[in-house]
């Protein structure tokens, strides 16, 4: 089992930077892949980032790359995403996740532990 609690969020105007956090318990945490999803209303859950268990490997949407970062400390069971440019697009609840073993990748389906997530909101 893994908790994974989320924080961070907030109401930013565009342009402007968050950084957000997922503490992660209760399992080896330095074995697994982790990612970031969010969910706009109305909108199905998406990929945002994902970042391999020794941090070697990353990868983002689209919509994303070049303006988020996602990076990880292992020895303090953390993961994180630097957003910046901000635009009032990626308002959404933003979701940390711990991948199944093995595995690295896109897909939800294939992540088995969520945050509870937290809010960004970015005006314009």
């Known amino acids: 089992q893994v908790q994974l609690v989320e924080s961070g969020g907030g109401l930013v105007q565009a342009g402007g930077s968050l950084r957000l956090s997922c503490a992660a318990s209760g399992r080896t945490f330095s074995s697994v892949t982790m990612g970031w999803f969010r969910q706009a209303p109305g909108k199905e859950r998406e990929f945002v980032a994902v970042?391999?268990?020794?941090?070697?490997?990353?990868d983002y949407s689209d919509s994303v790359k070049g303006r988020f970062t996602i990076s990880r400390n292992n020895a303090k069971n953390t993961v994180y995403l630097e957003m910046n440019s901000l635009k009032p697009e990626d308002t959404a609840i933003y979701y940390c996740a711990a991948a199944r073993d093995y595995y690295y990748g896109r897909s939800k389906r294939d992540y088995d532990y969520w945050g509870q997530g937290t809010q960004v909101t970015v005006s314009s």
């Open positions: 970042i391999s268990w020794g941090g070697g490997s990353t």
